[in-house]
């Protein structure tokens, strides 16, 4: 995985598709809700929110979860700051990104008016930073641990390097006490690497079409 801009087509005229990977950005269905059934019912969110509580994503793409999980977070009434880190190989164009957002009503605007890739942006409520690079590069040498992780990468099948082995180590390094993750795969063998890196790992029902999705949490 090289640098570069994130290649994509259009499917239905508003969904974006990975021509890389062959892998659309959300689902097909509703990209809100699986957001919300996988990755904030998947890490005890909203339930979990405090000030400067830490959510970390392999896969920053539309910025989708990032917004979902602000509004959550806004939402839920505990205040202070949340602070989100991404790890990004492959950053949308900013015309991209911005015409994807528009097919989803009461997102957060906090990405509107960015007109550059949002490495570093610091709103009112929140940090975001997005970590550009191949993330079993830069994972390695973060210096911070999350309370949260979205697994969000490319399916497995067509962007293995983003679920291996080494790199969920590196997860469950960089990862709170009492920390969780989830994603939208329950393929055996990032189960096996959530679970060798520490992770008591669970199999539940999936979003839409996908029967199960994966829900881990450290021990």
Same mark, same amino acid.
């Given at each position: 995985?090289? #640098?570069?801009?994130?290649?994509?087509?259009?499917? #239905? *005229?508003?969904?974006?598709? &990975?021509?890389? +990977?062959?892998?659309?950005?959300?689902?097909?269905?509703?990209?809100?809700?699986?957001?919300?059934?996988?990755?904030?019912?998947?890490?005890?969110?909203?339930?979990?929110?405090?000030?400067? +509580?830490?959510?970390?994503?392999?896969?920053?793409?539309?910025?989708?979860?990032?917004?979902?999980?602000?509004?959550?977070?806004?939402?839920?009434?505990?205040?202070?700051?949340?602070?989100?880190? &991404?790890?990004?190989?492959?950053?949308?164009?900013?015309?991209?990104? =911005?015409? !994807?957002?528009?097919? +989803?009503?009461?997102?957060?605007?906090?990405?509107?008016?960015?007109?550059?890739?949002?490495?570093?942006?610091? *709103?009112? #409520?929140?940090?975001?930073?997005?970590?550009?690079?191949?993330?079993?590069?830069?994972?390695?040498?973060?210096?911070?641990? !999350?309370?949260?992780?979205?697994? #969000?990468? +490319?399916?497995?099948?067509?962007?293995?390097?983003?679920?291996?082995?080494?790199?969920?180590?590196?997860?469950?390094? =960089?990862?709170? =006490? *009492?920390?969780?993750?989830?994603?939208?795969?329950?393929?055996?063998?990032?189960?096996?690497?959530?679970?060798?890196?520490?992770?008591?790992? &669970?199999?539940?029902?999936?979003?839409?079409?996908?029967? =199960?999705?994966?829900?881990?949490?450290?021990?």
């Amino acid at each position: 995985m090289q #640098d570069q801009t994130a290649q994509i087509e259009w499917r #239905d *005229g508003r969904v974006p598709v &990975s021509t890389q +990977f062959d892998d659309p950005y959300f689902s097909l269905e509703n990209g809100m809700d699986e957001t919300r059934h996988v990755f904030l019912d998947g890490n005890d969110l909203p339930a979990r929110f405090e000030d400067r +509580f830490h959510v970390a994503e392999l896969g920053f793409g539309t910025g989708l979860n990032f917004l979902v999980a602000l509004q959550a977070f806004r939402d839920c009434g505990c205040g202070g700051t949340l602070r989100f880190t &991404s790890f990004e190989a492959f950053p949308m164009a900013m015309t991209d990104l =911005h015409a !994807a957002l528009r097919a +989803f009503e009461g997102l957060p605007d906090d990405l509107a008016d960015a007109t550059e890739f949002p490495v570093q942006l610091d *709103g009112p #409520d929140f940090e975001l930073r997005v970590i550009l690079g191949d993330a079993r590069e830069t994972l390695p040498v973060w210096d911070d641990k !999350a309370d949260a992780w979205f697994l #969000d990468g +490319f399916s497995p099948a067509k962007n293995p390097e983003l679920w291996s082995p080494e790199l969920m180590a590196e997860v469950g390094a =960089h990862t709170a =006490h *009492g920390g969780t993750a989830a994603t939208y795969t329950a393929a055996g063998f990032v189960r096996r690497g959530l679970a060798d890196a520490g992770f008591s790992v &669970s199999r539940v029902q999936g979003y839409g079409r996908k029967r =199960h999705m994966t829900r881990a949490a450290i021990v």
